[in-house]
């Protein structure tokens, strides 16, 4: 679309499909648009997924197109790694302090040919990939980020800790690593802010009956997606951590960490059903599984479409439902996953896997940006909308 004559301007605080889209909506009605995220890469949780539902579309491949069609608007502003400090004042007049921390890495002299990471000695966790493969001390976040610029994380880089390598720096065909970069400190004047800071997801670590971290092969939801995304540390290969086998018996436990007022998440999160029946069938796609055991207290698709994912689970003839709550998951002697889940009778049952996934759910995201907004949220955090507009307890904040 043309670019329109800009009438003001607008903040958008995170990069997900949410924040993107609004940014995009809004470029295009004439505003200014600065769209800032945390993240080194805009694209937010949608990019760590392999599928969407209903429809099992790639994620990446829907993404992808709005990434790049954010960075050549010509009315958005693109702010990466960095983080809102102060938001002062009113509608139509908001002053906002932003924090931008260094790459090390100049984003317009980057042309993101990734030999600094081929060549850095230095391995670390893979936060993209939750950890469950390792990257470079310079790594961009991932192949498809926009900016596709990496960063240094300065607490794992060899020159920083201890005085010697910059082998980057020397590498670098166009000159790009600059270990001199500081924070730079920003000010900007904004009619409205729209809060896209998204979502967090439920640490099963609170249920310690169910020993997540014990076993790699006790995972949560976004682990599983991640290993089947073909971008994903087994490269779209569903196998076990510990042994790297197919697994033969796959368990879903629902709701962990939703529905439970012992755990003050009394709500349903409407999305791990959907995530848990999608994951199920593309682990079937993936071969080798005799058995999925569905553990759940009520099946919900929310989406009209889904119930189409459950008639054709419903068909597959190696997919069980097992009404009942799942109470304690611990590995046995021989690496198999032992569940022992309560039936309808009241009666206590054990399920024994290879692989079980929590399907963990969803809370507000308890970011520092969310606090600074002060905005009325309801008991759990999530913030409080006018069903008209969206606008928060705050004006010009949506
Ligand atoms: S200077 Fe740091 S980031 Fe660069 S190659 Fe060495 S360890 Fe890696
Ligand atoms: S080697 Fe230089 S240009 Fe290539 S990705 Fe690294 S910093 Fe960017």
Same mark, same amino acid.
């Given at each position: 679309?043309?670019?329109?004559?800009?009438?003001?301007?607008?903040?958008?605080?995170?990069?997900?499909?949410?924040?993107? =889209?609004?940014?995009?909506? !809004?470029?295009?009605?004439?505003?200014?648009? $600065?769209?800032?995220?945390?993240?080194?890469?805009?694209?937010?949780?949608?990019?760590?997924?392999?599928? &969407?539902?209903?429809? +099992?579309?790639?994620?990446?491949?829907?993404?992808?197109?709005?990434?790049?069609?954010?960075?050549?608007?010509?009315?958005?502003?693109?702010?990466?790694?960095?983080?809102? =400090?102060?938001?002062?004042?009113?509608?139509?007049?908001?002053?906002?302090?932003?924090?931008?921390?260094?790459?090390?890495?100049?984003?317009?002299?980057?042309?993101?040919?990734?030999? !600094?990471?081929?060549?850095?000695?230095?391995?670390?966790?893979?936060?993209?990939?939750?950890?469950?493969?390792?990257?470079?001390?310079?790594?961009?976040?991932?192949?498809?980020?926009?900016?596709?610029?990496?960063?240094?994380?300065?607490?794992?880089?060899?020159? $920083?800790?201890?005085?010697?390598?910059?082998?980057?720096?020397?590498?670098? *065909?166009?000159?790009?690593?600059?270990?001199?970069?500081?924070?730079?400190?920003?000010?900007? +004047?904004?009619?409205?802010? /729209?809060?896209?800071?998204?979502?967090? &997801?439920?640490?099963?670590?609170?249920?310690?009956?169910?020993?997540?971290?014990?076993?790699?092969? /006790?995972?949560?939801?976004?682990?599983?997606?991640?290993?089947?995304?073909? &971008?994903?540390?087994?490269?779209?290969?569903?196998?076990?951590?510990?042994?790297?086998?197919?697994?033969?018996?796959?368990?879903?436990?629902? !709701?962990?960490?939703?529905?439970?007022? &012992?755990?003050?998440?009394?709500? !349903?999160?409407?999305?791990?059903?959907?995530?848990?029946?999608?994951?199920?069938?593309?682990?079937?796609?993936?071969?080798?599984?005799?058995?999925?055991? /569905?553990?759940?207290?009520?099946?919900?698709?929310?989406?009209?479409?889904? %119930?189409?994912?459950?008639?054709?689970?419903?068909? %597959?003839?190696?997919?069980?439902?097992?009404?009942?709550?799942?109470?304690?998951? $611990?590995?046995?002697?021989?690496?198999?996953?032992?569940?022992?889940?309560?039936?309808?009778?009241?009666?206590?049952?054990?399920?024994?896997?290879?692989?079980?996934?929590?399907?963990?759910?969803?809370?507000?995201?308890?970011?520092?940006?969310?606090?600074?907004?002060?905005?009325?949220?309801? *008991?759990?955090?999530?913030?409080?909308?006018?069903?008209?507009?969206? =606008?928060?307890?705050?004006?010009? /904040?949506?």
């Amino acid at each position: 679309m043309a670019k329109r004559k800009a009438k003001g301007s607008v903040l958008v605080i995170g990069g997900g499909v949410a924040g993107m =889209e609004s940014a995009i909506q !809004c470029a295009q009605l004439g505003f200014k648009v $600065f769209l800032l995220d945390q993240a080194p890469s805009i694209g937010g949780h949608m990019s760590q997924l392999d599928k &969407t539902f209903p429809t +099992n579309d790639c994620a990446m491949c829907i993404l992808s197109p709005r990434m790049h069609e954010v960075k050549s608007q010509g009315n958005i502003r693109l702010l990466t790694y960095c983080r809102v =400090e102060a938001i002062q004042g009113s509608a139509g007049n908001f002053s906002v302090a932003i924090r931008k921390l260094p790459r090390f890495v100049d984003e317009d002299k980057c042309i993101g040919c990734g030999t !600094c990471t081929e060549k850095c000695p230095v391995k670390i966790p893979d936060l993209f990939n939750l950890g469950l493969n390792q990257t470079k001390a310079i790594h961009q976040l991932y192949p498809q980020a926009v900016p596709a610029v990496p960063i240094i994380e300065k607490d794992f880089c060899r020159y $920083f800790l201890k005085g010697k390598c910059r082998i980057c720096e020397k590498l670098c *065909p166009t000159k790009a690593v600059d270990f001199n970069q500081s924070d730079d400190l920003l000010m900007l +004047n904004v009619g409205a802010i /729209i809060n896209a800071t998204g979502f967090s &997801t439920f640490d099963p670590e609170r249920i310690a009956d169910y020993n997540y971290g014990l076993s790699p092969d /006790i995972l949560t939801s976004l682990k599983v997606e991640r290993l089947l995304s073909p &971008t994903g540390p087994t490269g779209g290969e569903l196998i076990r951590l510990s042994d790297g086998k197919v697994p033969r018996k796959l368990a879903f436990v629902q !709701c962990v960490g939703s529905r439970d007022v &012992t755990l003050n998440r009394p709500y !349903c999160s409407e999305i791990c059903c959907l995530i848990s029946f999608k994951q199920a069938m593309l682990a079937l796609d993936r071969g080798g599984l005799d058995e999925i055991a /569905i553990f759940y207290i009520d099946r919900r698709a929310q989406e009209k479409e889904g %119930e189409e994912y459950l008639v054709r689970l419903d068909k %597959e003839e190696r997919v069980r439902f097992i009404k009942g709550k799942v109470a304690r998951i $611990f590995p046995d002697e021989n690496g198999s996953l032992v569940l022992d889940y309560s039936d309808l009778e009241g009666g206590f049952q054990t399920f024994r896997a290879d692989m079980v996934v929590l399907a963990v759910g969803i809370e507000a995201n308890k970011d520092a940006t969310s606090s600074l907004m002060d905005l009325e949220t309801d *008991p759990w955090g999530f913030v409080n909308t006018r069903e008209f507009n969206l =606008e928060s307890s705050r004006p010009g /904040i949506f």
